[in-house]
């Protein structure tokens, strides 16, 4: 008889490996009994969330094996990819703690973000954490009794080490919460269990619970879903037949369609905004936002600017954003890019849809171009310098805000706007910006791109001129010379309305040698109405209230000896005329103040455009086509309301 020797290290193996098979057998038993219905997988990362929802509490149960090791570094985000902020989610963690089957483990808070568990010879950790949830934004935690809407990054945990490790969460529902929405595939046993192949899949998908309306539609051979919560007052049916146009539209925009299912969340919740993600979007709206034609435009903008991220920032991004880092900033000059340009074609793809007229459409632009005109801050900061700031600047905006700074978002969107119009004017019509963005897809989906790239593909397209001028808008903040994008499409300035008798906005013509009546422009402050109080609230460089030395916080109580509120501010100020000198009493900080104001001519003059776009009355025929081209317009005139549109419910 052979007598085999197993070698001692072979042997200490052997029983590590029999000890954790122990452990297991163990583990499901136990998991059994307490209700537990996942099989814990050693290679993933388990978590179970009960919800103390009137508390706006989740509980939450992570468990994964050490595989040996001596101690677990777990980390939680500090920020979510798509909203460049760091927004410290560990500050919403209660409690903390994590054990074996022997009892607690020493767990250690080592910073804002990080925790560090010791399990030497322990095979597997569970640690418990309490989060409140009561944010309610796009990128945070909602929990409340109707609905529960879960931020990846603001809920799970994970060893900082195993980002690349299958996860499994199970959510236990309360009673009234009869169905999940979220882009995670649902496991084969319940659909209560949902699995993300990664923590980086896991982070990017977003969970919404409660008593959900769900619509769908193939497009493209893709399911889409509209997950609307709660339902009240929204016809869902409609909102996904229209979204599903603005789907259509983008996927032939670019030609491909990168995801195999997609879910747009639907939060009805009085407040506003989206976030992108790989395979969903949150959307947040008003309950009456179908109810009102404008609102309703605006949402579909939302949807067509969150979808068209799908492709513009999910897969093809700024090089510094390929690889996220959570738990710290990532810098980039190229969110004017990212969000500047989805924003430039997020109303433009409504319109292409048919679900806008040209009408509406010019109004949107017009409003844009008026938020960056009236603001002193494009004078200050450049478009590299907002993208590059965005995590300092952009998500806190403060009283000086209008007078330092530019967003990226709309003043990116109208250098996107005149970039669409030289691309096309210096090809001959051969090319525009949509081509620009497809092959900036094709070539950096998977490097990431640089303004230097983006750059190059426009020198290519259009020319080294063009790009000359993109790099100057991109580094300079000069004011942007629209003249040319108006020559593109035959359009103009709307002139400026004549005065009204008694008008005290009116503005006389600049021969007139009447006083010009005073407006609110002229003063450049912003009010409101504090407990009864008239507030300053902002106050704009080269305003009369500014060179007076009016501040934000005084509370305004007096002008020329009269008392006067916020509502009667318009009117009064109507009655004044520019150069006139009055007074204005303030009490600031308590103390009571008289100051001597000088009505000053507006900063602008009577050349000024109204910056209201209108049509010119008789376009030329290369104006007319880039126009219909532009816009995705049939060669027929079309109506100024789409059939899509009529069919929006109204107010009863």
């Known amino acids: 008889m052979k007598t085999t020797v197993i070698p001692k290290h072979r042997l200490q193996r052997l029983g590590a490996w029999l000890a954790l098979a122990s452990f297991f057998v163990t583990w499901i038993l136990e998991s059994r009994l307490s209700a537990q219905t996942v099989p814990f997988d050693p290679e993933t990362i388990g978590y179970r969330i009960e919800f103390q929802e009137k508390w706006h509490q989740a509980s939450i ?3 994964l094996a050490t595989h040996g090791a001596k101690e677990i570094r777990l980390m939680m985000p500090v920020w979510t990819p798509g909203s460049y902020m760091i927004r410290e989610y560990p500050r919403q963690i209660e409690t903390l703690e994590s054990s074996d089957d022997k009892g607690p483990l020493p767990t250690t808070k080592v910073d804002k973000n990080h925790w560090v568990v010791s399990c030497e010879k322990t095979v597997l950790v569970k640690v418990r954490y309490v989060i409140y949830g009561r944010e309610m934004g796009v990128r945070t935690n909602w929990i409340e009794p109707q ?68 619509q769908s539609e193939e497009i493209s051979g893709v399911m889409h879903y509209l997950a609307t919560v ?127 007229t040209p009408k509406e459409y010019l109004e949107q632009v017009s409003k844009s171009i008026q938020t960056v005109q009236n603001s002193p801050g494009r004078l ?29 978002y709309v003043k990116g969107a109208l ?78 300035w709307k002139p400026k309305d004549p005065p009204k008798p008694n008008d005290p906005d009116a503005q006389p013509s600049p021969k007139s040698d009447k006083p010009e009546p005073a407006s609110v422009a002229h003063f450049g402050l912003e009010l409101s109405n504090v407990s009864g109080k008239t507030q300053i609230d902002k106050v704009l460089r080269g305003g009369s209230a500014g060179h007076a030395g009016l501040q934000v916080g005084d509370e305004l109580i007096a002008l020329g000896g009269y008392r006067i509120t916020a509502e009667q501010w318009a009117e009064r100020v109507g009655m004044l005329q520019v150069g006139q000198q009055t007074t204005v009493l303030v009490s600031r900080r308590g103390k009571i103040l008289e100051l001597p104001l000088k009505i000053l001519p507006e900063s602008v003059d009577a050349a000024t455009p109204s910056w209201n776009l209108i049509r010119v009355e008789k376009p030329s025929d290369e104006q007319e086509k880039r126009w219909k081209s532009w816009l995705g317009l049939p060669p027929q005139p079309q109506t100024d309301t789409p059939a899509a549109a009529q069919g929006s419910p109204q107010e009863k």
């Open 61 to 63: 149960e992570m468990t």
């Open 380 to 408: 200050v900061q450049d478009l590299i310098a907002s993208s590059f700031d965005s995590w300092i600047k952009f998500y806190r905006p403060d009283e000086n805000a209008t007078n330092s700074r530019i967003s990226y």
């Open 147 to 214: 609905f529960a809407f879960l931020t990846g990054a603001a809920t799970f945990l994970v060893p900082e080490n195993r980002l690349d490790r299958k996860c499994v969460v199970e959510v236990v529902p309360n009673k009234a919460w009869t169905q999940i929405a979220t882009s995670l595939q649902a496991s084969s046993t319940s659909p209560w269990i949902r699995i993300a192949s990664n923590y980086d899949e896991l982070v990017d998908s977003p969970i919404v619970l409660g008593d959900i309306d769900i």
């Open 415 to 492: 250098v996107g706007m005149l970039l669409d119009a030289q691309i096309r004017l210096n090809s001959q019509d051969k090319y525009s910006l949509d081509d620009c963005m497809r092959l900036l897809w094709q070539r950096h989906r998977e490097t990431g791109y640089s303004n230097e790239d983006f750059s190059n593909i426009v020198q290519e397209l259009a020319g080294k001129s063009v790009r000359d001028w993109l790099v100057e808008q991109l580094s300079s903040t000069q004011e942007l010379d629209y003249q040319t994008f108006l020559d593109a499409y035959g359009l103009t």
């Open 230 to 356: 709660p339902n009240d007052a929204w016809d869902t049916k409609k909102a996904m037949q229209d979204a599903a146009k603005i789907v259509k539209t983008e996927q032939e925009f670019w030609g491909q369609v990168p995801y195999k299912q997609y879910w747009f969340l639907n939060l009805l919740t009085e407040a506003g905004g989206g976030l992108e993600h790989d395979n969903s979007t949150v959307l947040m709206a008003s309950r009456f936002t179908q109810k009102q034609r404008a609102k309703y435009v605006d949402w579909l903008g939302l949807v067509s600017h969150e979808f068209f991220h799908t492709w513009n920032v999910r897969r093809l991004r700024p090089k510094a954003l390929m690889a996220y880092d959570y738990n710290q900033e990532q810098y980039t000059k190229e969110l004017w890019i990212a969000e500047g340009l989805t924003s430039y074609y997020d109303d433009l793809f409504v319109v292409r849809s048919g679900l806008s």
